[in-house]
């Protein structure tokens, strides 16, 4: 695999209930690789855009209401199948259905409030990041822990 990044965000429920850290840790402890953050509160428009796949959904009004309901994390991650992998970490949609040790499973209960929003892809996480961060808010470093996570 090559190296790829994602879009995560800790949404409104995961900040308000004290999860900013825990998440983080999940990712940065896998050996993840932060390069974007910050903490915003997204308008109901720019919701609206983020979720644009799902607003033929019955939820998607409610939802984007939700999502701009106070502050988000907002956070690109990179690393090795950090799109498909990052969705392990967080787990199934549907808190009832997530399997225990997923950010979800562990930490949530219901589906619309299930703390955590995770790219589907290749194309949403490329859509997704261009959304939420300027090129100039992302930083391209080495960690020193790299040789050691991927030899
Ligand atoms: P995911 O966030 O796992 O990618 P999704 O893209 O299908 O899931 O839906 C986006 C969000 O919409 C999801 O995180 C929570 C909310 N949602 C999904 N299904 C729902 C439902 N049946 N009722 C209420 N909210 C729902
Ligand atoms: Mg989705």
Redesign the pocket.
Known sequence: AEMERTFIAIKPDGVQRGLISEIITRFERKGFKLVGLKIMVPSKGFAQQH?H??KE?P?FN??CDFISSGPVVAMVWEGEGVIRYGRKL?G???PKKSEPGTIRGDLAVV??R?II??S?GPETAKDEISLWFKPEELVSYTNNAEKWIYG
Do not use: E, P, S
Request: overall charge negative.
């Open positions: 979720y796949g799902a959904r939820f409610g939802l967080i199934a949609t549907d589906v619309a299930n929003h995770g589907d």
